[in-house]
């Protein structure tokens, strides 16, 4: 028997499924592959592999690996970003708590497609990579706007919000490379982090300060 055919015989029987399904199926395949290793040794091959799928359907609904790892990465975004609403009802550091759970959640189930997301991989992070790591940080932003009751940030306001934002990637990235902090104590960190960033920006603006007595 010759190593094509043997593959293809490895290959498990494809079903039938709606374009929509089959292109969802082929970007959960990705992303899986993502998150356990780098996007630049993962191959169209094992992708196909992987959702059960032949490497010509691949190359049909996608065109190439790039525009693939794309679409893998756009749908992380979507994913992580559903995960990061707001539920609501909670007192504002509460529900900042539970949003930095689920986020953590995301890192942990997808540690090389986050990493690939905040850093852009191989691609150019001007093209459509940087586009989609912008929008999840713009989404990202208001989500927590939302969270801190806070409907017209104040300069000072905003930019001690984007610099929180831009400390809780940062950790992120930092714990998939060492894991030598357990998850809660640094979810804690970075909520404490908020209220210090909060404290120190009340001293020059007094919405800031207004926001730290509504927090208790």
């Known amino acids: 028997m010759t190593p094509g055919k043997?593959?293809?015989?490895?290959?498990?029987?494809?079903?039938?499924?709606?374009?929509?399904?089959?292109?969802?199926?082929?970007?959960?395949?990705?992303?899986?592959?993502f998150s356990t290793?780098?996007?630049?040794?993962?191959?169209?091959?094992?992708?196909?592999?992987?959702?059960?799928?032949?490497?010509?359907?691949?190359?049909?609904?996608f065109g190439g690996k790039q525009e693939l790892y794309v679409a893998a990465l756009r749908s992380a975004a979507e994913?992580?970003?559903?995960?990061l609403r707001p539920v609501g009802g909670g007192r504002p550091l509460e529900e900042l708590a539970s949003g930095l759970r689920r986020y953590f959640d995301f890192v942990e189930?997808?540690?090389?497609?986050?990493?690939?997301?905040?850093?852009?991989?191989?691609?150019?992070?001007?093209?459509?990579?940087?586009e989609i790591?912008?929008?999840?940080?713009?989404?990202?932003?208001v989500f927590i706007q939302r969270q801190m009751r806070v409907e017209e940030p104040s300069p000072l306001m905003r930019?001690?919000?984007?610099?929180?934002?831009?400390?809780?990637?940062?950790?992120?990235?930092?714990?998939?490379?060492?894991?030598?902090?357990?998850?809660?104590?640094?979810?804690?960190?970075?909520?404490?982090?908020?209220v210090a960033l909060l404290r120190a920006a009340a001293a020059h603006d007094g919405e800031v300060a207004g926001l730290l007595e509504r927090l208790g």
């Open 159 to 194: 930019l001690t919000l984007r610099s929180w934002i831009a400390s809780v990637e940062t950790a992120g990235l930092d714990w998939l490379e060492h894991r030598d902090i357990e998850r809660p104590t640094l979810e804690k960190l970075l909520v404490d982090h908020m």
């Open 109 to 130: 189930e997808h540690a090389t497609g986050f990493a690939a997301l905040l850093r852009g991989g191989p691609a150019n992070r001007a093209g459509e990579v940087g």
């Open 79 to 83: 994913q992580l970003e559903s995960r």
């Open 133 to 141: 790591v912008d929008g999840v940080r713009r989404r990202l932003y």
């Open 37 to 61: 290793r780098d996007s630049e040794d993962v191959s169209i091959d094992d992708v196909a592999s992987a959702a059960g799928a032949s490497r010509a359907l691949v190359y049909h609904y």
């Open 6 to 33: 043997s593959a293809e015989r490895a290959r498990p029987a494809r079903r039938r499924l709606s374009v929509d399904r089959r292109r969802e199926e082929l970007m959960a395949a990705a992303l899986e592959l």
